[in-house]
Nanobody
Framework: QVQLVESGGGLVQAGSSLRLSCIAS????????MGWFRQAPGKEREFVAS????????YYTDSVKGRFTISRDNAKNTVYLQMNSLIPEDTAVYYC??????????????????WGQGTQVTVSS
């Protein structure tokens, strides 16, 4: 089992930056591919970014490419999502997710077995 806890959300103005963190406990964090998803009110949960176990490979949805960066520190059991140039459309609850796999190339919520409780990000115009 892996337990995930997100932090770092908040209310910011458009153009600002935030860094989300997700700390994992339980089994060996470095064996897991990690992802970030988000869910806005009335919408389905959508893929944002993912990273392979070694951080060698990262993947992003088109709407955040060039603005968001996913990274991980296996020594700290933590995955990060650096979000720059935030826009109101980024407003959502952001979830950290984990899957026991090396690759990181997983884009759907159903492919992840472990989830955090979510952290709210609100971007005002």
């Amino acid at each position: 089992q892996v337990q995930l806890v997100e932090s770092g959300g908040g209310l910011v103005q458009a153009g600002s930056s935030l860094r989300l963190s997700c700390i994992a406990s339980g089994r060996t964090f470095s064996s897991y591919s990690m992802g970030w998803f988000r869910q806005a009110p009335g919408k389905e949960r959508e893929f944002v970014a993912s990273i392979s176990w070694s951080a060698a490979r990262t993947y992003y949805t088109d709407s955040v490419k060039g603005r968001f960066t996913i990274s991980r520190d296996n020594a700290k059991n933590t995955v990060y999502l650096q979000m720059n140039s935030l826009i109101p459309e980024d407003t959502a609850v952001y979830y950290c997710a984990g899957r026991y796999s090396s690759d990181g190339n997983y884009y759907t919520a159903g492919q992840y077995a472990y989830w955090g409780q979510g952290t709210q990000v609100t971007v005002s115009s």
